[in-house]
């Protein structure tokens, strides 16, 4: 662990926050109803992919993986499906559990080295590893953070019709 992130890490690290802006920015003004509306046929609404996110993504590669939370680790596939979010939870507590997963990440990226080697690695899920350090898990998250940010812009058009960024 350093005491201070590199360039590198500040770099990606940046990509990282800029996606995790835009997922915490589509459903910004959307009403709890809609933010539980499916939109699609395979039935996901917007805040089970943000829980997805906060639980799956980012509680799960930075905090198991990248360190190997063992809490985390044992809590695996106990919490059910994240992408379920049942109607007693409210909206807010599925953002800022989002907000939080994201908090504890940074701290944990800023005091790692990029080429540091996994703490632990999910077998049973992946088989062997197919990423080795904390630069590979910053470009997987980013990638899926980037990916699912997608998904949530064309839920919103559908909801109400909203686009994050339009250029003419």
């Known amino acids: 662990m350093t005491a201070a992130p590199g ?6 690290l940046s990509f990282l926050h800029g996606q995790r802006r835009h997922v915490l920015g589509i459903p910004d003004g959307l009403d ?5 509306q499916p939109v699609l046929p395979s ?3 917007c805040l089970g992919l943000v ?3 906060a ?30 979010v049942g109607p007693e939870v409210p909206a807010a507590a599925i ?4 907000r939080t997963e994201t908090d ?11 080429d540091t080697p996994l703490a632990w690695w999910p077998h049973h899920l992946f088989g062997e590893p197919h990423l080795h350090t904390l630069r590979d898990v910053l470009l997987h998250v980013i990638t899926e953070t980037a990916c ?5 812009d064309a839920a919103r058009e559908l909801l109400d019709g909203r686009r994050w960024m339009v250029l003419t």
Request: no cysteine; net charge negative.
């Open 32 to 36: 709890a109803d809609a933010l539980r």
């Open 7 to 12: 360039l590198e890490i500040r770099t990606l």
């Open 95 to 98: 953002l800022d559990r989002y």
């Open 104 to 114: 504890l990440a940074d701290t944990i990226i800023s005091a790692t080295a990029s």
């Open 148 to 152: 699912h940010a997608g998904h949530l």
């Open 43 to 45: 039935g996901w609404n």
């Open 51 to 53: 829980r997805h996110l």
């Open 55 to 84: 639980l799956d993504v980012e509680q799960f590669w930075f905090r198991a993986v990248v360190v190997g939370e063992e809490d985390v680790i044992k809590s695996l596939g106990h919490g059910g499906d994240a992408w379920q």
